[in-house]
């Protein structure tokens, strides 16, 4: 290696170093202005922060309750059943492996019961509906049936209130007859809900078939999500098992759809307004802060720094203020969240961590925002009338 290319190199490498440095002097001294900026106005800077920080709590504690009161809801509406209902085409039976196809569409989101109904005589030659379930997926599905007592042995039936006193008014044994077939019976327990049911008898999956050959045609579905998941959730079931007609269970859809609707609507008409009066206080503070400056930035300017220096400057104070108040309103807003939760609801409210990305853009988007027409004020600035004194 010759000596040039050495001292060419050395040159270089001197460069890149001075040029480092002076790219970290100007970062520093960036970050010195933003702060003596803040310190020097502490009462404007003070002023703008609360309003973020009210802000960024506020919609930090709704967003938290929004997104958990939302969970908890789905879960209380599962407590009122299935929300999907499939039956077999022209009342057959369905596949026998249609409800392990169902479980493996839903993969954890939701339960599925089996039903299978005919219509049998007493000893009274009365018809009656009778249907064979799994009691113990009924008794997860179906939590706002009232029943007195599950039945636990075989050959016992959980027949409905309304049926009761002509098929066993003093709980004594009776029975059915099917197509020839006789089943001997001793009933379980009752049910009511004040429909349908009421009428009806409940056996076990397994002594209904053994009686009366005829397998489940009916699946009842309580699936969890949104409506958009509920919406795919179906239409895999309909691809899964096309022996079925899959139909929703308007009334449960419809009213979660409606109380979730209205929910939401709440929670952002009420976000969206402190939002707003939140930008409106951010921006008077940096109006204000334009004016009380506009010696400072009149001397920036008379030494050489230029419009787009002053703009990032000026945007950085309102990002750094936007930053600051999310992360404390969002503090706060946690702690309100889980007041309000505990005060009205009796029921904690967890902390939705995923909430922070939200809240904390937000906030920035809002100062920048503020920050346009400040910015605007700045470049007119102009360093000799404002020096001179006009």
Request: include cysteine; hydrophobic fraction near 50%; charge should be positive.
């Amino acid at each position: 290696m010759t000596a040039g290319s050495s001292h060419s190199g050395q040159s270089q490498s001197a460069q890149k170093v001075a040029a480092s440095r002076a790219q970290s002097s100007h970062t520093s001294m960036f970050l010195r202005m933003l702060v003596r900026a803040a310190v020097l106005r502490r009462g404007r800077a003070a002023s703008a922060l609360f309003a973020m920080i009210v802000a960024a709590a506020v919609t930090t504690a709704m967003l938290n309750l929004y997104v958990d009161v939302q969970a908890k809801l789905r879960r209380e509406f599962r407590n009122y059943g299935a929300n999907i209902v499939l039956v077999g085409r022209d009342g057959a039976s369905l596949p026998a492996d249609a409800l392990s196809h169902a479980e493996s569409v839903l993969a954890g989101r939701g339960l599925v019961a089996p039903f299978a109904l005919v219509v049998a005589r007493t000893s009274n030659d009365q018809a009656i509906v009778v249907v064979g379930a799994d009691f113990e997926r009924v008794r997860q599905l179906d939590h706002w049936w009232s029943v007195s007592n599950w039945p636990s042995a075989p050959r016992q039936a959980l027949i409905g209130v309304r049926a009761l006193p002509s098929i066993s008014p003093t709980n004594q044994p009776f029975d059915l007859s099917f197509q020839g077939h006789t089943i001997h019976l001793t009933a379980g327990g009752t049910v009511q809900t004040g429909a349908a049911e009421d009428s009806r008898i409940y056996l076990s999956l397994p002594d209904f078939v053994s009686w009366t050959g005829v397998q489940p045609s009916i699946l009842e579905v309580a699936a969890t999500g949104s409506p958009e998941e509920i919406a795919a959730i179906m239409h895999q079931l309909e691809q899964t098992i096309p022996a079925a007609d899959v139909r929703p269970v308007r009334q449960i859809m419809e009213g979660e759809a409606r109380v979730l609707g209205k929910t939401r609507a709440t929670v952002l008409a009420a976000a969206g307004l402190i939002i707003v009066t939140a930008a409106l206080c951010v921006l008077a503070t940096l109006m204000g802060w334009v004016f009380d400056r506009r010696r400072d930035f009149a001397i920036m300017k008379a030494l050489g720094a230029s419009d787009r220096l002053l703009n990032g400057f000026f945007a950085a104070e309102a990002a750094a203020l936007g930053a600051a108040g999310a992360v404390i309103g969002f503090i706060l807003g946690i702690g309100i969240a889980a007041w309000i939760g505990r005060v009205n609801f009796h029921a904690p409210v967890v902390p939705r961590f995923s909430v922070l990305p939200f809240v904390l853009a937000g906030s920035i988007v809002i100062t920048l925002l503020s920050a346009i027409l400040p910015i605007s004020l700045v470049r007119r600035v102009q360093p000799a009338v404002i020096l001179r004194g006009e």
